[in-house]
């Protein structure tokens, strides 16, 4: 006899029908909460080293104030209306997330090491969870990176929109691109399992990335070949949507809601990848 025809023979419907039933609502509401806290443990730990958020900023830095200067005087490379250096601007915001998020697995390997990531697979908390949690810790990091550009912008005169839709804009862009990097990094960590192998295969692609983008000069001018692997270059789309959002009188290629729409659909799959592979990295 099943326990629910047991229930009713026993006094009623009141035992009858509390039947196993998870609320959908419910779930949704958990997986938020465990991906938060994963993500607020992941924050926790810039108290302890503050510091590389800046040095992280060296580097783009550097592009914004050599790079972006001399472009600018030499007028050697065509974008239109815009200055050279407002053109280049939201591009080194998008390689200072990159920057960050590209070598962010490398945390992984340490947590396995440490027996972290045992503690964690052993607790309630979904794989995805998990993985989200700490991407969106990445992504928080990388908004301080998104501050200091916006200084260095504005020192350098670049028209900036400061529409607050247009900086929101920006900030969820910020988000999901340093959440897609991470996770990707994430996932390189879960297959290679050792930081020599992670941090060679993190400087191989790191460069390819941002070159193969239009970070720093427009996809019109690349090679054909380039052309095509630019278009299924996550990065190009980030810097899209932060060219069109960022500047004052800037434009979206292909559009600011296709551009996010793009990067979420990568982030999610990206996510659930990672969800798969994060029990491997213990083996």
């Not at 916006?150 to 020192?155: N, P, S």
């Not at 988000?175 to 290679?192: H, N, Y």
């Not at 793009?262 to 996510?271: A, E, F, K, N, S």
Request: with cysteine.
């Amino acid at each position: 006899m099943r326990p629910q025809e047991q229930g009713v023979r026993r006094g009623g419907w009141a035992k009858a029908t509390r039947w196993p039933w998870t609320n959908p609502l419910a779930s949704v509401t958990r997986f938020v909460s465990k991906t938060l806290v994963i993500a607020e443990l992941e924050v926790r730990k810039l108290r302890h080293d503050a510091t590389e958020l800046f040095t992280r900023a060296v580097q783009p830095a550097l592009w914004l104030l050599v790079f972006g200067q001399v472009f600018t005087r030499t007028r050697a490379i065509p974008v239109g209306d815009l200055r050279y250096v407002d053109f280049m601007a939201p591009g080194i915001l998008a390689q200072s997330v990159l920057f960050i998020a590209i070598f962010y697995g490398i945390a992984i390997i340490w947590e396995r090491d440490l027996g972290i990531v045992h503690k964690f697979l052993v607790s309630p908390t979904p794989r995805p969870a998990l993985v989200l949690g700490k991407a969106l810790s990445a992504g928080v990091r990388s908004l301080s990176q998104a501050f200091i550009i916006y200084v260095l912008a504005l020192m350098l005169g670049v028209r900036i929109n400061w529409n607050p839709l247009a900086l929101a804009g920006v900030l969820v862009v910020v988000l999901l691109g340093a959440a897609l990097f991470s996770t990707f990094s994430l996932i390189i960590a879960c297959l290679v399992k050792t930081r020599e192998r992670f941090m060679g295969i993190g400087q191989v692609l790191t460069m390819p990335l941002f070159f193969a983008s239009n970070a720093i000069y427009p996809i019109t001018i690349m090679p054909r070949w380039l052309q095509v692997i630019s278009r299924i270059n996550p990065l190009t789309y980030e810097v899209d949507a932060l060219r069109g959002l960022k500047l004052m009188g800037g434009t979206s290629t292909y559009g600011v809601l296709l551009d996010i729409g793009v990067l979420l659909g990568v982030v999610t799959g990206l996510v659930i990848l990672g969800g798969r592979l994060y029990p491997t990295v213990a083996t």
